[in-house]
């Protein structure tokens, strides 16, 4: 079993809608957590940065980490066609050099 | 800044072939990441050096896939001999190792195709 698991999607939403991106985990060290969102044929850009649990807003995106649950989820509210992208969660512990990634969920946003 | 730098672009090459990816991370950074990214396997790290030394090469596939950062700057990946099963787009990418947020530049891509 992977050590984190992202819903595989896609997801196709009408614009306007309010859009939910979920990421479970089982490595109980994983302090960081990221979202990236990455656009056809680009490469993964940081989207949004939590450390520890709780919520952090920015514009129409809320990410959200529940360490109790290892639930992360990403809030996508009045979606537009420009959100569509693929949504890659991301996670690391203190001590880490690296981050460990989901697979990816690919969001269509319809106008 | 101009990012973080991947070349070539797209890369056609033939069974048995040899290939070499080319990166210029982004400037102070000191992290540097290969990863490879396919429909059926994700977003997989192959590499990561910190201060040109490599630190992780578990991801590496096998002994065909060798990594080199002979300084700050540049970096390559490269695969001998190729096969049909490399096919994937390789990302470099880059951080600033030590601070919390840690944040990873991603480069465009190479887009390798094996035939």
């Known amino acids: 079993q992977k050590e984190v698991e992202q819903d595989p999607g896609p997801l196709s939403v009408p614009e306007g809608a309010i859009v939910s991106l979920n990421c479970t985990y089982s490595n109980s060290a994983f302090q960081y957590f990221m979202w990236y969102r990455q656009y056809s044929r680009k490469g993964p850009e940081l989207l949004m940065y939590?450390?520890?649990?709780g919520n952090k807003e920015d514009g129409r995106f809320t990410a959200q980490v529940d360490k109790s649950s290892k639930y992360i989820s990403l809030f996508i509210r009045d979606s537009q066609p420009s959100d569509s992208a693929t949504y890659l969660c991301a996670m690391r512990d203190t001590n880490a050099g690296k981050s460990t990634f989901g697979d990816g969920t690919t969001l269509t946003v319809k106008p | 800044d101009a990012g973080v730098i991947q070349s070539p672009r797209h890369e056609v090459t033939e069974m048995g072939q040899e290939v070499t990816l080319r990166c210029k991370p982004i400037?102070?950074?000191?992290?540097l990441f290969w990863y490879r990214q396919t429909m059926m396997r994700g977003l997989e790290l192959l590499i990561y050096?910190?201060?040109?030394?490599?630190?992780?090469d578990s991801g590496m596939p096998e002994d065909r896939f060798s990594a080199k950062m002979p300084n700050a700057s540049f970096s390559t990946l490269k695969i001998q001999p190729s096969e049909p099963r490399d096919s994937a787009v390789y990302f470099c990418?880059?951080?600033?190792?030590?601070?919390?947020?840690?944040?990873?530049?991603f480069g465009p891509g190479t887009r390798l195709t094996v035939l």
């Open positions: 050096f910190n201060n040109n030394v490599p630190i992780d």
């Open positions: 400037s102070g950074h000191n992290s």
């Open positions: 939590t450390y520890s649990s």
């Open positions: 990418a880059s951080s600033l190792a030590g601070l919390a947020e840690d944040t990873q530049y």
